[in-house]
């Protein structure tokens, strides 16, 4: 089991930056891959960015090149640098863990506010 709870969101205009934070308890933050998604009213949620154990990355395309993800595994935190932010950056985004076992992300914080103004 692991907790995760999130922040870093707000108001931000556009061209702007944000550094969301997802901080993990609860079990060994280490043996999971962490990943950052992000929903809007009325659509599924989607994938962002996932790292894995090691800080290997991967962005979905529309992510690559002003999203970065990290992780300090000393601190159980996962981080989600968005630079240049743009109007539709704005939605709830949420931090989730996937056992190093397992396919699926088993594990889903509550999700912070990102609103980015024009």
């Known amino acids: 089991q692991v907790q995760l709870v999130e922040s870093g969101g707000g108001l931000v205009e556009a061209g702007g930056s944000l550094r969301l934070s997802c901080a993990a308890s609860?079990?060994?933050?280490?043996?999971?891959?962490m990943g950052w998604f992000r929903q809007v009213p009325g659509k599924e949620r989607e994938f962002v960015a996932a790292?894995?154990?090691?800080?290997?990355?991967k962005y979905e395309d529309s992510a690559k090149g002003r999203f970065t993800i990290s992780r300090d595994n000393a601190k159980n935190t996962v981080y989600l640098e968005i630079n240049s932010l743009k109007p539709e950056d704005t939605a709830v985004y949420y931090c989730?863990?996937?056992?190093?076992?397992?396919?699926?992300?088993?594990?889903w914080g509550q999700g912070t506010q990102v609103t980015v103004s024009s």
């Open positions: 609860g079990s060994t933050f280490g043996t999971y891959w």
């Open positions: 790292i894995n154990l090691m800080g290997g990355s």
């Open positions: 989730a863990a996937r056992p190093i076992t397992m396919t699926s992300y088993d594990y």
